[in-house]
């Protein structure tokens, strides 16, 4: 069974940065696709990016392109988020997830598509 363990979250400031980490565990991520989704009160969760198992094939959602870089690090089984220049329409709690369904090329991003989660890291973003 994964485990996934999201962490980084915090308050900042509008145009304040944060460095999410996700920490998996029960299984090597070196053949999965992996992503960070997202949640805000009231709201659906989100795809927010995706990266493939050797990192060439990344995207985004069009809100964070440009603020939002994901990277990972198989050797350490980890998957990271640096947001800059934050918004406060940011404001929601983070999730990861992996995915080897495509072989670890690409990421399904429907937030339903997943039966395993995180708790989750709160970011608040204060105008």
């Known amino acids: 069974q994964v485990h996934l363990e999201e962490s980084g979250g915090g308050l900042v400031q509008a145009g304040g940065s944060l460095r999410l980490s996700c920490a998996v565990s029960g299984r090597t991520i070196k053949d999965d696709a992996m992503g960070w989704f997202r949640q805000a009160p009231g709201k659906e969760r989100e795809f927010v990016a995706a990266?493939?198992?050797?990192?060439?094939?990344?995207y985004y959602t069009d809100s964070v392109k440009g603020r939002f870089t994901i990277s990972r690090d198989n050797a350490k089984n980890t998957l990271d988020l640096q947001m800059n220049n934050l918004k406060p329409e940011d404001t929601a709690v983070y999730f990861c997830n992996t995915d080897r369904e495509w072989g670890g090329a690409l990421l399904n991003l429907d937030p339903h598509a997943y039966d395993t989660w995180g708790q989750g890291t709160q970011v608040t973003v204060s105008s």
């Open positions: 990266i493939s198992f050797d990192s060439e094939n990344i």
